[in-house]
């Protein structure tokens, strides 16, 4: 399960489900970043696989 967004003209979409519709969307404010996700983290179970490797990128990213 997941939430979708939609990306406003600054955003980028990063991540979409099987539907086309954006999961993940990032940008840049002023001198910050920002993500949406729809990703319901460790709703049911530990975060594994793609869904780990998508949320530690977003950290990545943030960080920089």
């Known amino acids: ?3 979708v967004f939609r990306a406003g003209h600054r ?3 990063m991540i979409e489900n099987v ?3 954006p999961v993940y969307v990032v940008g840049e ?3 910050g970043r920002v993500v949406y996700s729809g990703s319901y983290y ?3 179970n530990p975060l594994a696989a ?3 490797q998508a949320f530690l990128g977003c950290l990545n990213w943030l960080a920089r």
Request: glycine share 22%; aromatic share 12%.
């Open 1 to 3: 399960d997941h939430m």
């Open 29 to 31: 404010i002023g001198e």
């Open 11 to 13: 955003g980028k979409v």
């Open 19 to 21: 539907f086309g519709d």
């Open 42 to 44: 460790g709703y049911t």
């Open 50 to 52: 793609a869904e780990r």
